[in-house]
């Protein structure tokens, strides 16, 4: 079984600071991670995915996300947040060899002008 | 290269009626994946097809719902006799394989009300 916890329904931070949305999971084997981005009336959009490698992985816009085996953890930050960040944000994780996707319930993200 | 589309966008039923959600993949992709997406919660997954073949409805009500993906044409999620906890956002997703290191495409959904 695999699953996604993602503890904060809301995140705010005023544009130019540092934003992390915060993401664990659960797997039986190796995971691998994915963050998608929700904008109003929108389809999801693919940030950034974690397979192997480097445990710092980059993405669009410039997102980036640390993989974390011991914690198990895999959040989502970006040095700089601007106004048009602000949107809902998936974690989701996939177990080695699975072809089902788990999401997390999201995250809101406001950033303030 | 179109994206994942979805039709319509917006679809109204009365309780009792028949609801028919469609996608089509992005081209080149033969696995579609259907989540639908309740207020206050996450995607919650659904169904996952390949081309003629229905591989997972684990996710999917026994009763109500069926979905195909045809030889040819777009993927069809289908809902029978809609009752209003069946309103929602449903999502369709493609991919090229079912590899699991692959991302999936999405499509901007599909919002179903039932009055």
């Known amino acids: 079984a695999q699953s996604v916890a993602q503890p904060e329904d809301q995140v705010n931070v005023a544009e130019g600071n540092p934003l992390t949305v915060k993401c664990t999971y659960s797997v039986s084997g190796n995971p691998y991670l994915f963050w998608y981005v929700q904008y109003p009336n929108r389809g999801l959009q693919f940030l950034l995915k974690?397979?192997?490698?480097?445990?710092l992985v980059k993405g669009s816009y410039g997102f980036e996300a640390e993989f974390n085996k011991s914690q198990t953890s895999f959040h989502l930050k970006k040095p700089s947040a601007l106004v048009s960040d602000s949107a809902l944000y998936f974690c989701?994780?996939?177990?080695?060899?699975?072809?089902?996707?788990?999401f997390g319930a999201g995250t809101t993200v406001t950033v303030r002008a | 290269n179109a994206g994942v589309m979805q039709n319509p966008r917006h679809l109204v039923r009365r309780r009792g009626q028949e609801a028919r959600l469609r996608c089509s993949p992005m081209k080149g992709h033969s696995h579609v994946y259907w989540y639908r997406q309740l207020p206050e919660e996450g995607l919650k997954f659904m169904v996952y097809l390949q081309k003629e073949n229905i591989i997972d409805e684990s996710g999917m009500p026994k009763e109500r719902f069926s979905a195909e993906f045809p030889k040819e044409g777009p993927s069809i999620l289908r809902i029978q006799q809609v009752v209003r906890g069946d309103s929602a956002a449903y999502f369709c997703?493609?991919?090229?394989?079912?590899?699991?290191?692959?991302?999936?495409?999405f499509g901007s959904g599909t919002q179903l009300s039932v009055l």
């Open positions: 997703a493609s991919s090229s394989s079912r590899n699991s290191n692959e991302k999936l495409f």
């Open positions: 974690y397979i192997t490698g480097d445990n």
């Open positions: 989701a994780v996939r177990d080695m060899g699975d072809y089902k996707l788990s």
